[in-house]
């Protein structure tokens, strides 16, 4: 892996994984609004569970206090 890679990854990025069968479907880049709306009308398919989940009104802060890990299961 390399370097850049590897720093983006210590606080800079939340994964969002499938809350089903912990399938990586996407990384969020944090840019340090905690109020602003983040992912506002998205919709995400797992490729591996099939489950669609739609994301409203999902916040940068509500992603930091309830991702373990920087980890973000939906």
Do not use: P, W
């Amino acid at each position: 892996m390399n370097k850049e890679r590897t720093e983006l990854n210590k606080g800079n990025v939340i994964e969002i994984r499938c809350k089903k069968c912990n399938k990586l479907m996407m990384e969020y880049f944090v840019c340090g609004d905690d109020s602003a709306v983040a992912l506002q009308n998205i919709g995400i398919k797992c490729d591996r569970c099939k489950r669609v989940m739609i994301l409203k009104k999902y916040s940068e802060g509500m992603m930091k206090e309830h991702s373990e890990n920087e980890t973000f299961r939906i």
